[in-house]
């Protein structure tokens, strides 16, 4: 049985063959069984020693379309709490290390989303839901 989260909706399947033999059509591919990352113009994206990087991707994608502030974000994917300031030092540098590697070159659209600090809110962190995605994970997969 597998989750895949595909252009905002979430299916449960017996069988992602379908899916896996259409990677290249989606702007981003992601089979967790498989651990095959895939941005439609970069092609393979090595994201498999970057595992907090993977998992932040993933835990965005995976809750979408929520927004979380750093602290969160820290929360959920590090799992371990620290002071408010290193928590939003470590997400705002995995953001921009993330966006490097997924990001499409040229463009102005934005796979991972930022909405800023306003009159005292804090700001928060998305995945952009408009991007044609597909994430494959098996139900054996626990991620957070």
Request: aromatic residues 12%; proline residues 3%; hydrophobic residues 40%.
């Amino acid at each position: 049985m597998y989750y895949v989260y595909k252009n905002n909706e979430v299916l449960q399947l017996d069988d992602v063959k379908e899916f896996r033999d259409k990677m290249s059509n989606y702007g981003l591919f992601i089979d967790l069984e498989t651990m095959n990352f895939h941005e439609h113009q970069k092609g393979g994206l090595n994201l498999i020693r970057k595992r907090v990087l993977g998992k932040l991707l993933c835990y965005l994608i995976i809750k979408s379309p929520k927004k979380f502030t750093a602290n969160e974000l820290y929360s959920a994917v590090w799992g371990v709490s620290a002071l408010p300031l290193s928590q939003e030092v470590s997400v705002k540098t995995a953001i921009s290390r993330l966006r490097k590697i997924i990001e499409p070159v040229g463009t102005l659209t934005y796979i991972l989303k930022t909405e800023p600090d306003f009159l005292g809110r804090r700001g928060a962190y998305y995945f952009n839901v408009n991007c044609n995605y597909c994430l494959i994970r098996p139900n054996t997969v626990s991620m957070f």
